[in-house]
């Protein structure tokens, strides 16, 4: 028993070295974490046939892995927590927390989780991935552009994005209101900086 | 469409359909009890329908089984209204399909993990038997009320609902379904000034009042609404079981119908009130 402990231990510390050697060969992408402080992730939609009303979510997280050479080996993973909605207005905020619009305490996240990453020129690249609102998962396929890159204050290397698209609500189940109270289709703008982990 | 008119489409069509099928009752007493109830859940279906769009099959949404359950209550509804020998079933049949109800509507919240499942367990119970035990008392309103008389009461909780969900629960949706059935029980008021034989059945009552508790039990639940208001539904269905209590029995004619109006008012306008006032009192101009 103690023998075969000896050579299982053994066993990891080979494993264990061999994979840090072959680590830099196989992850060439560069991880980042999306930085919320500086990122934003508004939303506009029209009131009565009439105006855009505006609003923005405050808390999410997300992880980006940057392969510059490869960006088809890129990938994005998103979280919203869809109880940070504001829209400056308390109670429309509660409005949109509520089941006419994001049925929180039942779905309190979006999420979005790329499946495909294709350079289109030196700072685009199109994201194919899949959105999930309100339980329902659909495909979306995004436009996302390098706006930058640097460090910040402390040190840490930073890189940024933004992308503009357009979802429609009805498609992912949030189809109170669509005659004539609030546009089906909801502009949304994410602009993203991430810091290298 | 213009908004206005949709809304009213939302609120007319469906009642509508169910006075129709009221009349046709009217016409074929032996097929009046299941025929009251089928007016009511097809109607209130119909209101989903138009305001929401056909939802899924099952429902990943909670929210979408107010369409389902608007049909696949009406069962119990006509159970409800069947010869009073047999309504031990309709007793049993509350008492045993009820809670599973409430197990469909509340289960994404323990999935959500928003409630403990021990919370969520109570509340399903509490909602599954209270709500049993007013549906079959609030049936027993049409016995002993003029068949205008119980649409208008039955109705009148309808507005009470749309009000304290739209201020309390904060949500458009289920105030405006509210409204929508109250308006489906609304239209018995005139048929039954006209056709004085109108008898709104003890099925269509026993679904309107399952529905209504759904609406609020769903405020409460995914919405804003607070516990004390359920306290003010179950007292305004309370009140419909007035007339038929040995107490009511006693009264005469008139104040059999006025006793549970003046209850209504009294505790569904206290209601609709505080609601009301404090969502004024947040002040934000929000009128959605």
Known sequence: MKQFATHGMMGLAVLAMLSSTLTPFYAQGVTYRVDPVHSSILFRVKHMNTAYVYGRFNQFSGMLVVDEKNPERSSVQFEIDLNSVDTGNSQRDDHLRNPDFFNTRQFPKATFKSTRVRKINDTTVEVQGNLTLRGVTKPLTIRVTFTGKGRNPRGQEIIGYETTFTIKRSEFGINYGLNGGLSDEVRVTISVEAIRQ | MNFALNNLLITGLPALLAGVLWLVGGRLPRAHGWLS????????????????????????????????????????????????????????????????????????????????????????????????????????????????????????????????????????????????????????????????????????????????????????????????????????????????????????????????????????????????????????????
């Open chain 2, 37 to 288: 109830a089928l007016a009511v859940g097809l109607g209130m279906g119909l209101v989903y329908w138009l305001m929401l769009g056909k939802p899924a099959f099952l429902p990943s949404d909670a929210q979408e089984w107010v369409f389902w359950l608007a049909l696949g209550l009406i069962p119990l509804g006509w159970l409800a209204g069947i010869a009073p020998a047999y309504r031990w079933v309709a007793g049993w049949g509350l008492a045993l399909v009820m809670p599973w109800v409430f197990v469909l509507l509340f289960s994404p919240l323990m999935q959500s993990e928003y409630w403990a499942l021990s919370v969520g367990v109570a509340w399903i119970l509490v909602f599954g038997v209270g709500l049993a035990a007013l549906t079959l008392a609030a049936a027993s309103a049409e016995e002993r009320l003029a068949g205008w008389q119980t649409a208008f009461l039955v109705a009148l909780i309808g507005g009470v609902s749309a009000g304290v969900l739209f201020y309390g629960a904060k949500s458009a949706s289920f105030a405006q379904m509210a409204g929508s059935l109250g308006a489906i029980m609304g239209l018995g008021v005139p048929i039954g000034w006209v056709m004085r034989s109108f008898r709104v059945g003890r099925g269509a009552i026993a679904v309107a009042v399952m529905l209504y508790g759904v609406l609020w039990a769903l405020g409460f639940a995914y919405a804003s609404l607070q516990a004390p208001y359920l306290l003010a539904f179950a007292l305004c269905v309370l009140a419909l079981a007035i007339p038929a209590t040995p107490f009511g029995s006693r009264l005469k004619p008139t104040m059999r119908f006025v006793l549970p109006l003046i209850c209504i008012l009294l505790v569904g306008g206290a209601a609709v009130g505080v609601s009301y006032q404090a969502y004024m009192a947040a002040a934000t101009d929000y009128y959605y």
